[in-house]
């Protein structure tokens, strides 16, 4: 039973390090993950943010190492399990 314990501190300690993480994106980090949320493009959000595309792909590639996640889908998870993001950002297939 104490390995099952061990197990749950060390997931809590892995999220409130990620937490951690999570509060120190810069505001535009946060909007660009907003936006991401939203489904748009990386040149849709250049265009939007009146940044080049290049400079998007440098911010995601940025929150997803902060994150520590390896794709989209675990961007978008890791936003609202953190609270990054409200839940009716995320467009729901219908």
């Known amino acids: 039973m104490a390995k099952a314990k061990l197990k ?11 937490k951690d993480d999570a509060f120190s994106l810069t505001a535009r980090q946060k909007e660009i993950l907003r936006l991401v949320a939203l489904g748009h493009t990386n040149r849709e959000i ?5 940044i ?6 440098v911010h995601r590639f940025n929150l997803m190492r902060r994150l520590r996640v390896r794709n989209v889908a675990q961007l978008l998870r ?3 399990l953190l609270r990054l993001i409200p839940k009716n950002s995320v467009p729901s297939k219908s």
């Open 8 to 18: 749950t501190q060390d997931v809590k300690g892995a999220v409130r390090e990620k």
């Open 78 to 80: 890791q936003g609202l």
């Open 52 to 57: 080049s595309v290049r400079t998007v792909e």
């Open 46 to 50: 250049g265009e939007q943010l009146d």
